[in-house]
């Protein structure tokens, strides 16, 4: 045993002298082996945005190797040094760095290396915030957020749109100190009520970039954003108005140098002898897109308006004058929408009227070059939809009046139609007067992509697509001649008449389409159980005086379902429907008179769509002899709680 042990003993000095043979030095080479550098200690540094801050790290190299630090895509607001057993990292961020931030750190001797990672979180720093002033024309422009949840199109001096995370208003706009955004509804075109007032102070500016805060007044909440200026560029897209319609105008962007064409909303203000009129009218043109701006290649005359004004001698004159489409400009196109910046002008239609008049300093404003802000929500083309024999869907086939030969004359065509059989579509008239029914038959050719429909002197084709909701569109093909824009109506399928019952309309409805409503002012809809209601109530006031609501109109149940109106003050005698309308059907020489049907079309949610059917009756003095006509509209009503 000593024995052993003794030459256990020489071997271990023979070794750690270096002698033996060559295997007996492998030992050494291990013992020399690099290896890579560490760091040890937390990685992640926490500051506020224009304050430094530091954090160090030990560093550490088994071989005593120099080392180096390097921040992989390193930003300029951060550094870092090493030392021969410390690394340091150091923080300055502006108020564009607020976010938590993580970077790659490789440490290596040369030969061997390691990567950690560094988390930077840097606060918001309201104390050190120093609001700048930008002018007008730095404002001007499209600025979006880096994720797009917010968008902003300053599209002139005192308007433009805002998109929020999918919802879009326009505003008008004032730059004092702060930058004052007045919000309103996207489809409103005068005096808007004020949907909300969002202040936005810019907190710091770079070239391609400002930080700004969006503060919401109304709610007293605010949201701190970078926002970068856009030159986006454009793409041939479809586009539909935003109203809250049964039907829309199909309007088209191209950029491939056809033709593109649309048809917009604008607000004509006239001050009149008795006041003003302010009208509502739709400017269709066809342009060519040269760069931002649409070169109109249409009749750039929008409407005539007839209107009173004071003459220099002291009495009313009848004045006309044009509304003019000077040009149109596409200022954004992001997301499911299109905005466009359109000029216009009012003129006299006859030059010499101005010399005869007392032009007024409100008339004078009138006339100056004005600019209105149009938004318009995408439209996706689709394949021709299942039509099912026997169902109805809604749209109109066609727009054309008709007289049935019997002193009847239909102004606009139903809002529905019937699938009658695999190639047949009908349209059925009714009215409110009487049980009796016209019916028109079209003949469908469907080859997947589009319909051709024919019948009734009608020739045309749909196309369809969806809206941004998932919402679908029936549109005819675009007629130059008869307008340059194409209409397009929901395409829903139309509840049973036997789904629908009284209580489906004992609600307090309001007209959702925007020139039901100006204003403060709402048009109601609602009926009462003594069989009294309106289906017109105009009140500034809304529920907070649905107690003083005062019926207009008698109504009835019919056995289809719908529901008729007669209005009262037309039967001075009558207690129910069933006399009123006796009594408006009786009298022959009344000048006018109208009955009036609705029924629920379809439902979504707490929108109901109503087809209303209008008939009227009025003395055409030059025949001295009553005409009929018949109106068909379809709205969508909104239940009020």
Same mark, same amino acid.
């Given at each position: 045993m000593n024995k052993l042990l003794s030459v256990s003993a020489l071997t271990l000095a023979l070794t750690a002298c270096g002698g033996g043979s060559s295997t007996d030095k492998k030992p050494?080479? @291990?013992?020399?082996?690099?290896t890579a550098p560490t760091l040890s200690g937390s990685l992640t540094l926490s500051t506020k945005a224009l304050e430094s801050a530091s954090l160090v790290v030990d560093i550490k190299d088994e071989q005593n190797d120099s080392?180096?630090?390097? #921040?992989? %895509?390193?930003?300029?607001?951060?550094?870092?040094?090493?030392?021969?057993?410390?690394?340091?990292?150091?923080? @300055?961020?502006?108020? /564009?760095?607020?976010?938590?931030?993580?970077?790659?750190?490789?440490?290596?001797?040369?030969? !061997?290396?390691?990567?950690?990672?560094?988390?930077?979180?840097?606060a918001e720093n309201r104390a050190a915030w120093q609001p700048i002033e930008l002018s007008n024309n730095e404002v001007i422009g499209n600025w979006q957020s880096s994720d797009g949840s917010v968008r902003l199109v300053f599209a002139s001096e005192d308007a433009g749109v805002i998109a929020q995370n999918g919802e879009l208003s326009r505003f008008e706009w004032s730059n004092p100190d702060v930058i004052a955004l007045n919000t309103q509804a996207i489809d409103c075109l005068h005096e808007c009520n004020q949907q909300a007032l969002l202040e936005m102070e810019v907190l710091a500016k770079r070239d391609d970039a400002i930080r700004v805060e969006l503060f919401n007044v109304s709610t007293d909440k605010g949201e701190v954003v970078t926002l970068y200026k856009s030159n986006a560029e454009f793409s041939s897209e479809y586009y539909a108005d935003v109203d809250q319609s049964s039907f829309h105008s199909v309007n088209y962007l191209s950029t491939t140098g056809e033709e593109s064409? /649309?048809?917009?909303?604008?607000?004509?203000?006239?001050?009149?002898?008795?006041?003003?009129? *302010?009208s509502y009218t739709y400017a269709d043109f066809s342009a060519t897109l040269e760069g931002k701006v649409l070169k109109i290649n249409s009749d750039t005359l929008v409407t005539t308006q007839n209107t009173k004004q004071l003459s220099n001698l002291g009495h009313e004159v009848d004045v006309?004058?044009?509304?003019?489409?000077?040009?149109?400009?596409? #200022?954004?196109?992001?997301?499911?929408?299109?905005?466009l910046k359109l000029r216009h002008v009012l003129t006299y239609k006859d030059e010499s009227a101005q010399n005869i008049i007392n032009e007024s300093t409100e008339l004078a404003e009138a006339l100056l070059e004005k600019t209105s802000i149009s938004a318009l929500r995408k439209l996706t083309p689709v394949t021709?939809?299942? +039509?099912?024999?026997?169902?109805?869907?809604?749209?109109?086939?066609?727009?054309?009046?008709? $007289?049935?030969? @019997?002193?009847?004359?239909?102004?606009?065509?139903?809002?529905?139609? *019937?699938?009658?059989?695999?190639?047949? !579509?009908?349209?059925?008239?009714?009215?409110?007067?009487? *049980? %009796?029914?016209?019916?028109?038959?079209?003949?469908?050719?469907n080859n997947g992509e589009t319909v051709k429909v024919m019948g009734n002197g009608l020739e045309t084709s749909l196309q369809f697509f969806t809206q941004p909701d998932g919402k679908m569109i029936m549109a005819r093909e675009r007629n130059k001649e008869q307008r340059q824009a194409r209409l397009g109506y929901e395409f829903i399928e139309v509840v049973d008449d036997s789904s629908i019952t009284l209580d489906d309309y004992k609600h307090l409805f309001s007209y959702l389409r925007q020139n039901y409503n100006s204003s403060s002012q709402?048009?109601?809809?609602?009926?009462?159980?003594?069989?009294?209601?309106?289906?017109?109530?105009? %009140?500034?006031?809304?529920?907070?005086?649905?107690?003083?609501?005062?019926?207009?109109?008698?109504?009835? +149940?019919?056995? %289809?379902?719908?529901?008729?109106f007669a209005m009262m003050s037309q039967c001075p005698n009558a207690v129910?429907?069933?006399?009123?309308?006796?009594?408006?059907? !009786?009298?022959?020489?009344?000048?006018?008179?109208?009955?009036?049907?609705?029924? #629920?079309?379809?439902? $979504?949610?707490?929108?109901?769509?109503?087809?209303?059917?209008?008939?009227?009756?009025?003395?055409?003095?030059?025949?001295?002899?009553?005409?009929?006509?018949?109106?068909?509209n379809s709205y969508w009503f909104g239940i009020e709680k």
């Open positions: 050494d080479a @291990e013992a020399t082996k690099n080392v180096t630090t390097t #921040i992989i %895509d390193k930003p300029q607001w951060l550094s870092v040094t090493t030392s021969s057993n410390q690394v340091t990292f150091n923080a @300055e961020p502006s108020l /564009f760095e607020v976010a938590n931030h993580s970077f790659t750190v490789e440490v290596s001797d040369g030969k !061997a290396s390691n990567q950690y990672t560094l988390t930077v979180n840097v064409y /649309f048809e917009v909303s604008l607000a004509s203000y006239i001050p009149t002898a008795s006041g003003s009129t *302010t006309a004058f044009d509304l003019n489409l000077i040009d149109a400009e596409v #200022i954004a196109q992001f997301d499911d929408f299109l905005v021709v939809p299942e +039509l099912t024999v026997g169902k109805s869907y809604t749209g109109r086939l066609n727009n054309k009046n008709s $007289d049935t030969g @019997e002193g009847l004359t239909f102004r606009y065509v139903p809002t529905f139609f *019937t699938i009658t059989a695999a190639d047949t !579509a009908t349209v059925t008239f009714n009215t409110p007067k009487s *049980t %009796d029914s016209f019916k028109w038959h079209y003949n469908l050719d709402k048009i109601y809809w609602y009926i009462n159980d003594d069989g009294k209601g309106s289906f017109y109530y105009a %009140d500034q006031y809304g529920l907070e005086n649905r107690a003083d609501f005062t019926p207009s109109s008698y109504w009835q +149940l019919e056995a %289809d379902n719908s529901i008729s129910d429907y069933a006399s009123c309308k006796d009594e408006v059907l !009786a009298n022959q020489e009344v000048a006018y008179s109208s009955l009036f049907n609705f029924k #629920i079309l379809a439902k $979504d949610g707490n929108k109901y769509l109503f087809d209303r059917l209008f008939w009227q009756s009025t003395y055409a003095y030059s025949e001295r002899e009553l005409k009929e006509s018949i109106f068909q």
